[in-house]
């Protein structure tokens, strides 16, 4: 039997079934989502496929009741952690009047649902970085117990936003997580002609941060990073950069033709290390999980996803007459 690492960090069996339930269900959803873009019923997709462990693995390190999560467009297992369901996630899909990000209003990616404390995203990438600095800078001043969660991509860590935030929170000593999900392309462009260190964690120092790189592949060594990450914000420690290293195994959307600019088997290769199939592996190897267990898990999740995507189909779509709510001022 494998060695039982999860266990040496307080994560129970339940947990990490938990976990792998809550990964391949962003990866059945998704998988999903690209057959009713190809089919033409959804307009657009951005994929989480192969991010899931480190999505999952770091939401599950953080506390869902207090915590603020300001995800980026791919981080479809960070929010169905927090509690988007895949109903939620497919009425946003198919832009329909239910959708708890915008109601239809704006493109799949953008999640924001205040009961959940998910902040909802922008279009321009890495705006939400500065949002979470700020409500860490509000948690602090209220002497509140808050830590908050930002998410980017690699490409991310370039854009002016991802400075000043970390800066401002160095400074301040503010209890975020900076977390980079470094999957080795900004769109088409590879690691090496976006950086010139070596990591991205690299730069925490600059910012009076630790910083460190994580298997991305890994959803335990990413919940132990994220783990301590949060208790140092939480003891008034300061923020940390996290850098979790995985691979993009789909074109950047739906509308990107990515063999313009990798090889089919670069591809291939980085799926042999699947995060789905090796923590599956894992959990098999350490008596967690068997066959059966699985067999479970794989027919309650497509049960699911079938239903979500029912539901979602025929769900109304927004009035016409709704196009200005919440644009401008209303009279009382």
Not at 319 to 324: D, N
């Amino acid at each position: 039997m494998a060695e039982n690492r999860h266990e040496e960090l307080g994560l129970s069996n339940e947990k990490v079934l938990e976990m792998y339930e809550t990964m391949l269900l962003a990866r059945k959803i998704d998988e999903r989502m690209w057959l009713l873009n190809r089919s033409g019923k959804i307009p657009f997709v951005i994929s989480c496929q192969g991010q899931e462990a480190a999505q999952v693995g770091a939401a599950f390190a953080l506390d869902r009741e207090k915590d603020y999560v300001l995800p980026y467009y791919r981080d479809m297992g960070v929010v169905l952690t927090f509690g988007m369901t895949a109903k939620e996630l497919m009425l946003s899909g198919f832009a329909k009047a239910e959708d708890p990000n915008s109601g239809g209003r704006q493109m799949p990616g953008h999640f924001g649902q205040k009961k959940n404390n998910i902040v909802t995203g922008s279009s321009p990438v890495t705006t939400q970085v500065p949002h979470a600095v700020g409500i860490a800078l509000a948690g602090k001043m209220e002497k509140k117990d808050v830590v908050t969660f930002v998410t980017f991509g690699e490409g991310s860590s370039n854009q002016g936003d991802f400075h000043e935030g970390a800066n401002f929170a160095g400074v301040h000593k503010l209890p975020v997580i900076f977390m980079c999900e470094n999957n080795k392309y900004a769109i088409s462009v590879p690691i090496e002609k976006q950086l010139a260190c070596e990591k991205v964690s690299d730069r925490a120092i600059g910012y009076g941060m630790p910083g460190i790189t994580v298997d991305g592949n890994d959803p335990i060594e990413v919940y132990k990073a994220v783990k301590e990450a949060a208790d140092r914000g939480r003891r008034g420690e300061g923020p940390t950069l996290v850098e979790t290293v995985s691979y993009r195994l789909t074109p950047h959307s739906s509308d990107d033709d990515d063999r313009s600019y990798r090889s089919p088997d670069e591809v291939a290769k980085a799926k042999t290390n699947d995060p789905i199939i090796t923590f599956g592996a894992y959990l098999k190897e350490t008596g967690v999980m068997n066959d059966e267990i699985e067999k479970e898990i794989n027919d309650r999740i497509m049960k699911l996803v079938n239903e979500a995507t029912d539901y979602a189909e025929n769900a109304p779509y927004a009035e016409a007459e709704s196009a200005m709510k919440y644009v401008y001022a209303e009279e009382k």
